[in-house]
């Protein structure tokens, strides 16, 4: 392309809409909701009040949500040279030169500095949990382990599962075993939401040379390690037995629904991609519902 050519591709402002693809919004709302039920259950279980908590709820969810944009805008820039392979990633501002990198750059890290300012500012916990997270996620899996080992998308899982750590920590100022067990919920649940979409995409990982599970080891490989997730989360519940029973009867029945439908896989009529569709929909609907549970046990428990 030349400079002539470029100049127009990134001529005028970066639309709100791109925004959102630079810093992945939908990937952040979806942590917000396991950071906020942290956070939520840090004021029930610590005894502090909620209207008392809210500026530190309300910091927690600024800084969270920067963090996470601005790891999210980082690992864009560094994956430029692999999404411009991969077709469903054609339409990323950071793809078709709607912005450059040096503005990238800025972006990325001004959200993150921001970020850790107003997480550093609920507690020193809080800010050290937040900055694991983005080294984490833009070192040890955007750099390292998501080109070059089929182990990236469990590595990645550890920076990915701790926004409900960050939510506890922002009220408490320390960790306890409800905080620990979100935080395993998270972990397990990712590596069966994205061996679901990286099966619907493997054509375009092996395309840009990309170690994914299925493109690497195929359907039966990846399934069997998506069993071996959704096997660890049906003991998870047993750890929160403090939100009640009835919460622990109805997410083991959430679990074990998302094991019957892994279990529809060994039909001789199944259409792996399809199958995988089913998987990756329910992943989104489980984080949800778990995490409403949540929230909406303890409220009931309080009555």
């Not at 906020?36 to 840090?42: E, I, K, N, V």
């Not at 984080?287 to 929230?295: D, N, Q």
Request: hydrophobic share 50%; aromatic share 12%; proline share 4%.
């Amino acid at each position: 392309m030349s400079k002539s050519e470029l100049a127009v591709r990134t001529k005028g402002r970066v639309t709100f809409q791109e925004l959102k693809q630079i810093i992945k919004l939908g990937l952040v709302q979806g942590n917000l909701i396991p950071a906020f039920a942290g956070a939520w259950l840090a004021v029930v279980f610590t005894h502090h009040s909620f209207l008392g908590s809210i500026p530190q709820i309300i910091t927690m969810v600024l800084g969270s949500t920067l963090v996470m944009g601005g790891a999210c805008a980082l690992n864009n820039y560094y994956d430029q040279d692999i999404d411009r392979v991969m077709p469903s990633k054609q339409n990323r501002p950071t793809v078709n030169d709607r912005i450059s990198n040096r503005h990238l750059l800025i972006l990325s890290l001004g959200m993150i500095v921001v970020g850790e300012i107003l997480l550093f500012m609920l507690n020193i916990p809080t800010g050290v949990i937040g900055l694991a997270g983005v080294i984490g996620y833009v070192s040890f899996y955007s750099i390292w382990s998501k080109r070059h080992t089929t182990w990236n998308t469990v590595i990645g899982s550890f920076p990915g599962a701790v926004p409900p750590l960050i939510g506890w920590a922002a009220v408490d100022g320390q960790l306890s075993i409800l905080a620990w067990a979100l935080f395993l919920v998270v972990f397990c649940w990712q590596p069966i939401h994205f061996y679901a979409l990286a099966i619907k995409r493997k054509d375009e990982y092996a395309m840009a040379n990309i170690p994914m599970l299925p493109s690497v080891s195929g359907f039966k490989r990846t399934r069997l390690g998506m069993f071996l997730w959704l096997f660890a989360l049906l003991p998870i519940p047993f750890l929160m037995q403090s939100l009640g029973v009835v919460f622990v009867v109805l997410a083991t029945l959430l679990n074990l629904g998302w094991l019957y439908l892994g279990m529809t896989s060994f039909k001789s009529t199944t259409n792996e991609s399809k199958w995988a569709t089913k998987m990756f929909i329910y992943s989104l609907n489980y984080l949800v519902v778990f995490f409403a549970l949540v929230v909406v046990m303890t409220l009931i428990n309080m009555i």
